[in-house]
T-cell receptor, first 113, second 115 residues
C-alpha cells in the first residue's frame, strides 16, 4: 500500500527566513507524481508545487522549491523568504497513473512577524 | 469559470438522517473524488470515479454512497448519518488520476456536523 508520512505536525518560522517541511512516502511504483498543497484558514486547498518522479530536476515555483530524493523516497518543501501569508496547513500528496491521490497528515506552519 | 462547486458549505444533521453533498465541475475532468478531513488525519479518500458510470471505493467508504451519471456531477450520499461522520468533506477533480495538466482542483469544502 502507498503511504505518505509527514513527521512534523507543527513548524514555525520568522518572516523572511527559510523553512523546510519534510515528507516521505512509500510505494513500489516507478512512475508517480508528488504534490504539496497549502490549506490556509479559508479551508481552500491550493496546489503549491508538484514533481514528476521520472524528472530528476527539482521543481521550483517562485519562493517554493522541493528536494526530491527518489531513492530515499523523500520529498521536502523549502519555503524561502517566508511571508505571513504562508501561514497554513501544508499537505504532501502522492498519486500514480492508476488511481488515487493520497495525502499525508499535514504540517501546520506558523509564520511570525 | 467556476471550477469545482460544492454545496452546501455547512450542514447540521441529526443521527439517522440522510443527505446528499453535491459536487459539480465544469472543466470536463474525467477523474473526481471525495475526501474527508479530520484533525490529525489529513485527507482520506472516500470514493472516486475515473469517468461517468465508473466508481470505486477509497480508504474510508463505509456509510457513503456515490454515483457518476454525468462527467460533471459526483454526489456523495450519507444514507444514515452517524456522529463519526462529522467532518469536513472535499470534492476534487482532475484531468486524470495522475493529476497532470494542473493537478487536482478542489472544491471549497462542506463542514458537516452530525448530532
Amino acid at each position: 500500500a502507498q503511504t505518505v508520512t509527514q513527521s512534523q505536525p507543527e513548524m514555525s518560522v520568522q518572516e523572511a527566513e527559510t523553512v523546510t517541511l519534510s515528507c516521505t512516502y512509500d510505494t513500489s511504483e516507478s512512475n508517480y507524481y508528488l504534490f504539496w498543497y497549502k490549506q490556509p484558514p479559508s479551508r481552500q486547498m491550493i496546489l503549491v508545487i508538484r514533481q514528476e518522479a521520472y524528472k530528476q530536476q527539482n521543481a521550483t515555483e517562485n519562493r517554493f522549491s522541493v528536494n526530491f530524493q527518489k531513492a530515499a523516497k523523500s520529498f521536502s518543501l523549502k519555503i524561502s523568504d517566508s511571508q505571513l501569508g504562508d501561514t497554513a496547513m501544508y499537505f504532501c500528496a502522492f498519486s500514480t497513473n492508476t488511481d488515487k491521490l493520497i495525502f499525508g497528515t499535514g504540517t501546520r506552519l506558523q509564520v511570525f512577524p | 469559470n467556476a471550477g469545482v462547486t460544492q454545496t452546501p458549505k455547512f450542514q447540521v444533521l441529526k443521527t439517522g438522517q440522510s443527505m446528499t453533498l453535491q459536487c459539480a465541475q465544469d472543466m470536463n475532468h474525467e477523474y473526481m473524488s471525495w475526501y474527508r478531513q479530520d484533525p490529525g488525519m489529513g485527507l482520506r479518500l472516500i470514493h472516486y470515479s475515473v469517468g461517468a458510470g465508473i466508481t470505486d471505493q477509497g480508504e474510508v467508504p463505509n456509510g457513503y454512497n456515490v454515483s457518476r451519471s454525468t462527467t460533471e456531477d459526483f454526489p456523495l450520499r450519507l444514507l444514515s448519518a452517524a456522529p463519526s461522520q462529522t467532518s469536513v468533506y472535499f470534492c476534487a477533480s482532475s484531468y486524470s488520476a495522475w493529476g497532470v495538466g494542473g493537478g487536482y482542483t478542489f472544491g471549497s469544502g462542506t463542514r458537516l456536523t452530525v448530532v
